[in-house]
Nanobody, 114 residues
Framework: VQLQASGGGLVQTGGSLSLSCKASGVMFSRNSMGWYRQVPGKERELVAIITATGLTNYGDSVKGRFSISRDNARSTVYLQMNNLKPEDTAVYYC?????????WGQGTLVTVSS
């Protein structure tokens, strides 16, 4: 199983970034997919999830600014991040979850400069 996240980088406050996570080795369409983030010294927190049926849920701090979507044909989940703030700076991780397993990707760094 591999979850390959990409799209991180450096952006100014108010800017946008789009993250992608391509999954292999799992039945992608049957997995709930999520984005989480973590900064040093803090617990990993939920950013957004999208279920196998397309239902979405967001962390309070990103509601209205971030959007999660999935393309089952490409086994890829996306995170569109708009109006980025310095407090969004973190390593962003992709997660694939089903009743039988829970996989994490390697993370991609997002840095928002003030």
């Amino acid at each position: 199983v591999q979850l390959q996240a990409s799209g991180g980088g450096l952006v100014q406050t108010g800017g946008s970034l789009s993250l992608s996570c391509k999954a292999s080795g799992v039945m992608f369409s049957r997995n709930s997919m999520g984005w989480y983030r973590q900064v040093p010294g803090k617990e990993r927190e939920l950013v957004a999830i999208i279920t196998a049926t397309g239902l979405t849920n967001y962390g309070d701090s990103v509601k209205g600014r971030f959007s999660i979507s999935r393309d089952n044909a490409r086994s890829t989940v996306y995170l569109q991040m708009n109006n980025l703030k310095p407090e969004d700076t973190a390593v962003y991780y992709c997660r694939a979850r089903s009743p039988t397993h829970n996989y994490w990707g390697q993370g991609t760094l997002v840095t928002v400069s003030s």
